[in-house]
């Protein structure tokens, strides 16, 4: 009479890969583990071979990989409408429901086109802006004429570049509307 306790080859082989998943994932968190440990500034708590395993060596970028400056100045299109106001024109952020939660790459796709666009224009170009980003680009002339080399371009005619770092957290429960500088910038852009 077969004993109960032996299992199928079928539920072993299941037991197998189990074990084989878990290993995998075990050694992913030990490795994250000790990349994020060795970029933290100094404290109390030390892993095992901590001074051994180096993870600056084999991971010089740390978490900088995967995050950007969140000070770092953000970049908004605009383009001019028929009756010459600016609108908004950029198809960020990807996470909306426009972009189905980031199912459609469109706004990635126009960031490579707006880097395209900006790669040969000199800094000198830029314009600082102390008030509303709108109306130094109403009072901003075009630079000349540049082509929008993009197969499927959504820039085009009269737009409008705005860099503006983001309102710090210390300011963001201000009672008055806080605009912070920016830099300004008009292209003629044809398609």
């Not at 075990?26 to 970029?39: C, D, E, K, R, T």
């Not at 972009?99 to 830029?126: D, P, T």
């Not at 570049?161 to 830099?183: C, E, H, L």
Request: hydrophobic letters at 40%; one cysteine or more.
């Amino acid at each position: 009479m077969p004993s109960d306790n032996l299992a199928p080859p079928e539920a072993r082989g299941l037991n197998r890969l189990g074990g084989v998943a878990l290993a995998v994932v075990s050694a992913w968190v030990i490795v994250l583990a000790y990349v994020a440990h060795g970029f933290m500034p100094y404290n109390p708590f030390s892993l095992p071979f901590e001074r051994y395993v180096r993870a600056s060596t084999w991971a010089p970028e740390g978490w900088s990989f995967f995050t950007r400056n969140p000070q770092e100045p953000d970049i908004r299109l605009y383009s001019r409408g028929v009756d010459g106001t600016w609108m908004p024109s950029g198809l960020t952020p990807n996470s909306s429901p426009a972009n189905l939660f980031g199912l459609r790459r469109g706004g990635r796709a126009q960031g490579m086109e707006s880097a395209l666009l900006l790669e040969h224009v000199a800094k000198e170009s830029w314009q600082a802006c102390e008030g509303a980003p709108l109306s130094c680009l109403e009072r901003m002339e075009a630079l000349p004429p540049v082509h929008n080399p993009t197969p499927g371009p959504t820039l085009c005619g009269h737009v409008g570049f705005v860099s503006q770092k983001p309102v710090p957290w210390a300011w963001s429960r201000a009672t008055r509307p806080v605009v912070m500088p920016s830099n300004v910038l008009v292209m003629e852009v044809s398609c």
